[in-house]
C-alpha cells in the first residue's frame, strides 16, 4: 500500500504532540512550545483549562447523545444565552463552521423562495473569502481555493472584489444572500472597510438581500468582542459562529433573526450530533468565560501590546513586510515563504499559522495570553528574524 493511512489532504509538520497546559503545548520529548497557533483559532481558553474538564467529565458521566428528536436543556441554555448577547432570535447547533454556513445559506435560499423571489438563489462572496470544505461553501470560497479535480464546481456563487460599484453590478443577476467575513482569515487577516460593510448593509435593506457574516474565525472573542461586526456597528440577518466557540470541542452555530428564518420548518434542516448535551455543556462554559466581566477587554488589551511589539519588530527586520488584524487575531506579510517560516519557527518552539494567502503568517494565541508570555513569543521571533535578515535597521 502506497497511499498513506490518513488520507493525504494535510501536509502536517513533524512534531508529535503530548499534552498542552496553558497556552503551552509539548512534544513527546518534553520540549515546550509557545502556542500562537491555538489549533487554527480554536483553542480559546488554552489547553486543559480545569473548567472545560470540569464541564466534559460532569456531563460525559451524565449524557453524551439523544439527538434533537428529544428536548436538550443544554442547548436550550446555550441558544438563550447567544440570542441574549446578539442581534439573533433562533440558533441552529451543528459540528463545524462548514456546516454553521451551510445552514445559513438554506436560511436564506427558504428565505427568498418563501418572499416569492426564485430567482433569488445566487450567492455573492468576495475575493480572500475562505468559507469551509463542503461543494457548497467551496464554491462560495474564492476561485484560486479550489481543484480543478474537483470540477465541475456548484454554480450559485459569484465572487467579486469587496468594492460598493461591483456589488451594486452583481445584485442585479438575482443575488439572495451577501456572504462576507468581517475579517478575512484564510484570506491573509484582512479586515474588511467599515464604510463598505455599511454600504453592505444599506444595500441589502434597500433590495431585500440578506446579509450574512462568517464568524468563525473572527467571532468567540477573537478580536476584543463577542462577534468582529460589533466593532462595526452593523448587525448582519445570519451569522455563523464556530472555531472558538467550542474551545476545542468540535461546535459550530449558525444564528439569524426571526425575519430571516421565518420560512424553515421542520425537516428542512438537520444535524444527528449537533447541538448534543456534551458539546453545548462545554460551549456554555466557553460563552460564560468570554462574557464574564473584563475578558474581552483583557483580549483587546493583549491585542494591542501584541500588535505593537510586532510592529516594533517590523520596524527592524525588513522582512516583515506589514502587520495586520485586531485584537488576538492578527498577521504579519513576509519576504519568504509563508509556510517554511511558520515551520522554521515551530522547530524552535513557537507555533504559528503558514496556511493563508498573501504571504501571510497568522498569529493566533489563546485569549488567555499574558504579556510575559507574549514576551517569551516575540523573543524566539526576534531570534530568528536576527539568524536570517541581512538588513536589520
Not at 40 to 55: D, F, M
Request: aromatic residues 8%; contains cysteine.
Amino acid at each position: 500500500m502506497t497511499i498513506s493511512s490518513i488520507l493525504p489532504v494535510y501536509s502536517p509538520i513533524n512534531i508529535n504532540f503530548s499534552y498542552g497546559k496553558g497556552i503551552c503545548l509539548y512534544d513527546i520529548d518534553g520540549k515546550r512550545y509557545i502556542d500562537f497557533h491555538s489549533g487554527i483559532a480554536v483553542s480559546s481558553l488554552g489547553h486543559a483549562n480545569s473548567q472545560l474538564i470540569s464541564a466534559l467529565k460532569l456531563q460525559g458521566e451524565k449524557l453524551w447523545h439523544i439527538s434533537n428528536t428529544y428536548n436538550i436543556p443544554t442547548a436550550n441554555n446555550f441558544a438563550e444565552k447567544l440570542i441574549n448577547n446578539s442581534f439573533a432570535d433562533t440558533v441552529f447547533f451543528a459540528n463545524s463552521g462548514s456546516e454553521a454556513v451551510e445552514c445559513g445559506l438554506k436560511i436564506a435560499r427558504a428565505y427568498q423562495n418563501g418572499r416569492g423571489n426564485k430567482n433569488r438563489y445566487r450567492i455573492l462572496t468576495f475575493h480572500g473569502a475562505f468559507h469551509g470544505r463542503t461543494f457548497l461553501t467551496c464554491a462560495a470560497n474564492d476561485k484560486q481555493k479550489f481543484s480543478e479535480l474537483l470540477n465541475p464546481q456548484i454554480d450559485w456563487c459569484d465572487n467579486i472584489e469587496s468594492n460598493i460599484e461591483s456589488v451594486k453590478k452583481a445584485i442585479s443577476s438575482g443575488i439572495g444572500v451577501i456572504l462576507i467575513e468581517p475579517i478575512q482569515g484564510q484570506g491573509g487577516i484582512k479586515i474588511m472597510n467599515e464604510t463598505f460593510i455599511k454600504e453592505l448593509r444599506k444595500l441589502c435593506d434597500e433590495n431585500d438581500i440578506l446579509l450574512f457574516f462568517d464568524c468563525i474565525q473572527c467571532g468567540a472573542g477573537r478580536t476584543g468582542k463577542l462577534f468582529a461586526y460589533e466593532h462595526i456597528g452593523v448587525k448582519p440577518d445570519i451569522c455563523a459562529l464556530a472555531k472558538g466557540i467550542g474551545g476545542g470541542f468540535p461546535l459550530g452555530v449558525c444564528i439569524a433573526t426571526e425575519k430571516a428564518a421565518k420560512y424553515m420548518t421542520v425537516g428542512m434542516h438537520g444535524s444527528t450530533f449537533g447541538g448534543n448535551p456534551l458539546a453545548t455543556s462545554i460551549g456554555n462554559i466557553v460563552l460564560k468565560e468570554l462574557l464574564r466581566p473584563g475578558f474581552l477587554e483583557n483580549v483587546e488589551i493583549r491585542g494591542k501590546y501584541l500588535k505593537n511589539r510586532l510592529e516594533d519588530l517590523a520596524s527592524k527586520f525588513s522582512m516583515i513586510e506589514e502587520v495586520r488584524g485586531k485584537g488576538l487575531m492578527l498577521g504579519i506579510k513576509v519576504k519568504a515563504d509563508n509556510q517554511k517560516f511558520a515551520e522554521e519557527l515551530s522547530y524552535r518552539g513557537l507555533l504559528t499559522v503558514g496556511v493563508t494567502s498573501d504571504n501571510v503568517v497568522r498569529i493566533l494565541p489563546p485569549l488567555i495570553i499574558t504579556e510575559k508570555e507574549i514576551d517569551e513569543g516575540i523573543d524566539i521571533l526576534t531570534r530568528y528574524l536576527s539568524e536570517n535578515s541581512s538588513d536589520l535597521h
